[in-house]
């Protein structure tokens, strides 16, 4: 499902020449979550990262699970002239939403995280390519 919001974000860029933002979210610590304190509290804990992304979007913006601890952020409608820096503000807010504990069964939880970018259709032009470079790009932000 959000590979297929991709798709239709960065059809939507190529069409309108505009650019688009792809991020992506790794996380560390989710499984440790679940080992020490049971499926329903990583599941919970996923709920609260999905809620403090939505947090840092503007609305209109899409974020959506890729897997067990990845998501992914869509940011359209950039001008082609400055997505790149604006898409690397984001991507810096998004680390640093997720970069304060969260709570779980009444105790404090830091995850590692880690936050890449591509620009569609500078960096790539297909939902593969930009989640490819987007997670192993350069430009990742770690906490």
């Known amino acids: 499902r959000t590979e297929s919001l991709l798709e ?3 059809w939507n860029a190529r069409s309108a020449g505009d650019a688009l933002g792809v991020l992506t979210v790794d ?4 499984d440790a979550v679940a080992d020490r304190f049971g499926r329903a509290a990583a599941d919970d804990l996923l709920r609260s990262v999905a809620q403090r ?5 503007r609305h209109g913006d899409l974020v959506g699970r890729l897997g067990p601890r990845r998501f992914a952020a869509a940011v359209p409608w950039l001008a082609p002239v400055t997505a790149r820096r604006e898409t690397a ?4 807010a998004l680390a640093a939403a997720l970069s304060g504990p969260f709570v779980v069964a009444g105790e404090e939880v830091v995850l590692g995280v880690r936050v890449g970018h591509a620009l569609c259709p500078a960096d790539a032009d297909d939902v593969a390519g930009l ?3 987007a997670g192993t ?7």
Do not use: F
């Not at 503000?89 to 810096?92: G, L, M, P, T």
């Open 131 to 133: 989640l490819d470079i």
């Open 27 to 30: 996380l560390t610590g989710v």
């Open 8 to 10: 239709v974000a960065a």
């Open 137 to 143: 790009g350069t430009t990742a932000v770690r906490r």
């Open 89 to 92: 503000r984001i991507a810096a």
């Open 53 to 57: 992304l939505r947090g840092r979007l």
